[in-house]
């Protein structure tokens, strides 16, 4: 995808930095709006790659300072300057006048969301608000009462330190929402923690072991 300015994305693509994926999606949208603002094709070209590494968003202020692999900081500036930005304000100022681009104050049916100088694909901006909200809704919970006797059998005392498989299991029985992180070398009684999440709450519950 050539720009007016010279930019030609083809070249990040061969490099790595985008996918084809990446330049036909803002082409399309280019097309079907008639974007002209070509930091906004950049930054969305961009919002889509990382999306593709992972990540649900981009951060403007991060990227003006660590630009993307494949790609010296000189180079993205030079580029940013070919499209007429040469700071993040002025990156973040260009993307909130572009059609492509709702404000998360001002929620609209937009390609791309902007918050703050977090940019995000609509549709996962709308999955991280929806994550942000049933987690809120858990922290109004009253904490379960945790069944003493029972993880004290689950898990027996071996010795005098602390057994930090039993503090942890003990805390997510008492909390409507928890993650318990470590490697099965870690978590040694998957089978028992399941149990004793379930049993203890006394309700249905989804417990979920990943490897």
């Given at each position: 995808?050539?720009?007016?300015?010279?930019?030609?994305?083809?070249?990040?693509?061969?490099?790595?930095?985008?996918?084809?994926?990446?330049?036909?999606?803002?082409?399309?949208?280019?097309?079907?709006?008639?974007?002209?603002?070509?930091?906004?094709?950049?930054?969305?070209?961009?919002?889509?790659?990382?999306?593709?590494?992972?990540?649900?968003?981009?951060?403007?202020?991060?990227?003006?300072?660590?630009?993307?692999?494949?790609?010296?900081?000189?180079?993205?500036?030079?580029a940013l300057a070919l499209c007429g930005v040469t700071s993040v304000?002025?990156?973040?100022?260009?993307?909130?006048?572009?059609?492509?681009?709702?404000?998360?104050?001002?929620?609209?049916?937009?390609?791309?969301?902007?918050?703050?100088?977090?940019?995000?694909?609509?549709?996962?901006?709308?999955?991280?608000?929806?994550?942000?909200?049933?987690?809120?809704?858990?922290?109004?919970?009253?904490?379960?009462?945790?069944?003493?006797?029972l993880i004290a059998q689950l898990f027996p005392n071996k010795s005098?330190?602390?057994?930090?498989?039993?503090?942890?299991?003990?805390?997510?029985?008492?909390?409507?929402?928890?993650?318990?992180?470590?490697?099965?070398?870690?978590?040694?009684?998957?089978?028992?923690?399941?149990?004793?999440?379930?049993?203890?709450?006394?309700?249905?519950?989804?417990?979920?072991?990943?490897?």
């Amino acid at each position: 995808m050539d720009f007016s300015n010279g930019l030609d994305l083809s070249v990040w693509q061969e490099k790595g930095i985008l996918r084809a994926i990446d330049c036909q999606w803002v082409e399309h949208l280019s097309n079907h709006v008639e974007e002209d603002i070509d930091s906004v094709l950049v930054a969305g070209a961009l919002c889509s790659a990382y999306l593709g590494a992972g990540h649900i968003c981009i951060d403007l202020a991060a990227i003006w300072q660590t630009p993307p692999e494949g790609m010296t900081l000189e180079e993205l500036r030079r580029a940013l300057a070919l499209c007429g930005v040469t700071s993040v304000d002025e990156w973040r100022n260009a993307l909130v006048k572009s059609a492509l681009v709702t404000l998360d104050e001002q929620l609209a049916e937009r390609p791309m969301v902007l918050s703050g100088t977090r940019l995000y694909l609509y549709r996962y901006y709308q999955y991280e608000q929806q994550v942000l909200t049933y987690l809120k809704k858990q922290f109004d919970v009253s904490p379960y009462d945790v069944d003493e006797n029972l993880i004290a059998q689950l898990f027996p005392n071996k010795s005098d330190s602390v057994d930090w498989q039993k503090v942890a299991v003990a805390n997510a029985a008492s909390l409507p929402f928890a993650v318990i992180s470590g490697g099965l070398e870690q978590v040694k009684q998957p089978l028992s923690l399941s149990y004793w999440l379930c049993w203890s709450r006394k309700r249905q519950n989804k417990v979920k072991l990943c490897a």
